[in-house]
């Protein structure tokens, strides 16, 4: 997946949910951002060792 995508998803959902005004929609808007930060990890990991095994 496109890093660049995944680094604004994270960064709307960031905002999403410091602007949410009832506490689902914080959850939830949250939960998203921890996602799209765990798939930008994965990827780096990912790109980080292939990179080791050249």
């Known amino acids: 997946m496109d890093l660049n995508y995944l680094h604004q998803r994270l960064a709307v959902s960031l905002v999403q949910a410091e602007r949410a005004t009832c506490e689902a929609s914080q959850l939830a808007h949250g939960e998203l951002a921890r996602r ?16 080791g095994a050249r």
């Open 36 to 51: 799209y930060a765990a798939q930008i990890a994965e990827a780096r990991r990912v790109v980080c060792c292939e990179e």
